[in-house]
């Protein structure tokens, strides 16, 4: 079964960095897309930042401070977050699409949390 697997979650102080990855499964051999949203308890998930061939898209309180890329050697990307701040503070998940027969396929990562805090 197609799985995505995160890594790098974990505690910061405000103004710190984390780096999240997320690797794709073997049987994944393809995707239109990948990317990265969270989810804050109590909120919406939202979309943080996506990727699609070399054009990235973020979310307008990240731009600046979040990087997304991807691996050239395997389906995997990556989140570089800098200047962390409380609100950002959330449950990460990486996401991939595949257009198969012109119809969108979603999948996602079990999640990683973040949590910015002094």
């Known amino acids: 079964q197609a799985q995505l697997v995160e890594s790098g979650g974990g505690l910061v102080q405000p103004g710190g960095s984390l780096r999240l990855s997320c690797a794709a499964s073997?049987?994944?051999?393809?995707?239109?897309?990948m990317g990265w949203y969270r989810q804050a308890p109590g909120k919406q998930r939202e979309l943080v930042a996506t990727?699609?061939?070399?054009?990235?898209n973020y979310a307008d309180s990240v731009k600046g401070r979040f990087t997304i890329s991807r691996d050239n050697g395997k389906i995997a990307v990556y989140l570089q977050m800098n200047s962390l701040k409380p609100e950002d503070t959330a449950i990460y998940y990486c996401?991939?699409?595949?257009?198969?027969?012109?119809?969108?396929?979603?999948?996602w990562g079990q999640g990683t949390q973040v949590t910015v805090s002094s």
């Open positions: 990727i699609s061939g070399r054009s990235a």
């Open positions: 073997k049987s994944i051999v393809s995707f239109n897309s």
């Open positions: 996401n991939l699409v595949q257009i198969l027969a012109g119809l969108p396929h979603n999948y």
